[in-house]
């Protein structure tokens, strides 16, 4: 699994309050990812990262932020949760140009 | 329209058939990735192959970049490979994938 951990696995919380998810990795990989999988939709790109500090958008963005101030930790924060936000997001790595590698997933219900 | 699609998007087999899953692409791309997710959720990277063909045990994988084209097939299908099967592929050359919605394969004993 290449050392990557979410956290929360899984989260209820109402429209309008602030939701910070985290993605751990043990490895230092430079590049990480963060996606969300909806029924009738592919994997999206939400944002990713391509280093300390270095984000950029996904096809996906609006209504989140992301942060990454140390290599083993990118963050995904909805500032104010919508239901449209209802999700599973899995925060990904790319340990060589060939491969990303997952992790578990996390649930996420807007009310 | 999707730049990567799959077909079927359901599929179910008796255990022991042979099982082809197919995915196509609009855009192009030096190579294309194969998923599984399992039903528990969790994402695993089968293969990643810019020509020909790539096997691995009971899983074979194969690409025409000319025709934009790939299939997994599985052989001997067991119960266990029952899976949501993902194509994707890079986007514009760079390392961010673009995913297509997956084919549900069910494997019955």
């Known amino acids: 699994d290449a050392g990557i951990t979410q956290s929360p696995r899984h989260k209820v919380t109402e429209t309008g309050t602030p939701v910070t998810l985290r993605c751990h990795q043990t490895?230092?990989?430079?590049?990480m990812y963060w996606y969300r999988q909806d029924p009738g939709h592919g994997l999206r790109l939400i944002h990713y990262?391509?280093?300390?500090?270095?984000?950029d958008k996904g096809e996906v963005s609006d209504g989140y932020s992301v942060s990454r101030s140390k290599t083993e930790d990118f963050l995904l924060t909805l500032e104010s949760a919508t239901s449209s936000q209802t999700s599973v997001y899995f925060c990904?790595?790319?340990?060589?140009?060939?491969?990303?590698?997952f992790g578990p997933g996390t649930r996420l219900t807007v009310l | 329209k999707n730049e990567v699609e799959q077909s079927p998007q359901n599929l179910t087999a008796q255990e022991g058939e042979f099982i082809t899953i197919n995915c196509s692409y609009s855009?192009?791309?030096?190579?294309l990735h194969w998923l599984q997710q399992h039903p528990g959720g969790g994402i695993v990277s089968l293969f990643m192959l810019s020509s020909g063909k790539k096997k691995h045990g009971r899983l074979i994988a194969t690409i025409n970049i000319q025709e934009k084209h790939s299939s997994l097939h599985i052989t001997a299908s067991h119960p266990r490979d029952s899976a949501v099967y993902i194509c994707a592929a890079p986007f514009y050359n760079t390392d961010k994938l673009i995913f297509g919605t997956g084919t549900r394969l069910q494997v019955f004993p």
């Open positions: 490895e230092n990989h430079r590049y």
């Open positions: 990904a790595i790319s340990i060589s140009a060939d491969t990303q590698y």
């Open positions: 855009v192009g791309i030096s190579a």
């Open positions: 990262s391509y280093g300390v500090k270095d984000t």
